[in-house]
């Protein structure tokens, strides 16, 4: 086993209580989190409806939150985790960003552009390239989705 697995399954699971956070806003449940050497520099989860923002994804409120705290627009060598495999607009701020890595949950078969539909990142038309990786507690990352719209459907 790699050295990294536990580490990476410690931030998703971070990840995983802001996508609750979400939920508890009746928020499609989606959680991130910037981590740069150790550490959480900036938590997003999921607010379009409670801010009234089409660009209020937890990829991006994360970001906002880690480039604030870090008093930088870029946040080279740092990683953002997320429940849900990213997509195109919150690629394209991982990339403004200058995120290092990438690791995602569960992936997203419609919207998902790192793996299921496109895979965006080998496109030769960023300047900036980002490592990536899926599956990380995906099985929880995706029961927390299917559960919501599952309560939702109820009557
Ligand atoms: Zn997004």
Known sequence: ???????????????????QKAEAQGEVPVGAVVVRQGRIIGEG????????????HAEVLALRAAAKNENNYRLPGSELFVTIEPCTMCFGT?????????????????????????QISELDIYNHKLQ????????????????????????
């Open 1 to 19: 086993m790699s050295k990294e697995l536990p580490d990476d399954e410690y931030w998703m699971q971070q990840a995983l209580l802001l996508a």
């Open 45 to 56: 989860w999921n607010q379009v409806i409670s801010l009234n923002d089409p660009s209020a």
């Open 94 to 118: 991982l990339v403004h960003a200058r995120i290092q890595r990438v690791v995602y949950g569960a992936k997203e078969p419609r919207a998902g552009m790192l793996d299921s539909n496109v």
């Open 132 to 155: 990536w990786q899926g599956g990380i507690l995906e099985q929880a990352c995706s029961d927390v989705i299917s559960q919501f719209f599952r309560k939702k459907r109820e009557p």
